[in-house]
């Protein structure tokens, strides 16, 4: 998918840099988006789940939604071949190339607020574990993100990484609130 997704933005996008091409492929080629693409093919419908994913009551179907998409494209090119696969990746991923409402929901606010720090104060962010709660199968961590002594924030999620773009979220947009005012 990545190979698919990569030529098409280049053909699409041929005086984009080398940066805005991954960010945009990056986030093409994440677990919302393929979850996103999973549900609309219904694909949901043809998976078995095993009984501990059905008493969290799917907990992680996200991922596990994005990785049957995935199975799915390995599948049409072992059978069909790279052409076929090719398109069918085209006719189902690349569509959320372009759509604000998919791209909002799969900003990467770590690599922003990396970003904005280093260009703006020079120091990178520092995010540290505050603690988990919730049983082994269904845990909420939480994670602190700071810049320097001025800026703070926290973030929850469900696995550590979540938190941290959570927490990046947060910090993100109060630092611009703040630099605003």
């Known amino acids: ?13 041929p005086k984009a840099s080398e940066g805005e091409l991954s960010r ?7 677990t919302p988006i393929l ?15 095993g009984k501990g994913e059905k008493n969290s009551q799917g907990k992680g179907r996200r ?6 998409f ?5 599948a049409i090119y072992l059978d069909r071949g790279f052409e076929v ?7 189902n991923l690349l569509e959320f190339a372009e759509n604000p409402d998919i791209e909002e929901s799969v900003r990467d606010y770590k690599t922003q607020l990396q970003e904005y720090s280093q260009k703006h104060f020079k120091t990178l962010p520092v995010y540290r574990m505050k603690g988990e709660s919730g049983p ?8 602190s993100v700071r810049i320097r002594d001025k800026w703070e924030a926290s973030g929850y999620g469900a696995s550590k990484k979540t938190a941290e773009q959570n927490a990046a979220k947060e910090l993100y ?3 611009r609130r703040d630099l605003r005012n």
Do not use: C, P, W
Request: glycine share 4%; no cysteine.
């Open 1 to 13: 998918m990545g190979l698919v997704a990569a030529r098409s933005l280049f053909q699409k996008y």
């Open 24 to 30: 945009i492929k990056s986030r093409i080629v994440s």
């Open 35 to 49: 979850n996103s693409i999973a549900e609309k093919l219904n694909l949901g419908e043809y998976l078995l789940l």
């Open 63 to 68: 991922k596990i939604a994005a990785n049957l």
């Open 70 to 74: 995935e199975s799915l494209v390995g």
């Open 85 to 91: 696969a090719e398109k069918f990746i085209i006719q």
């Open 136 to 143: 082994d199968h269904s845990k909420t961590f939480q994670v």
């Open 173 to 175: 947009i109060q630092i």
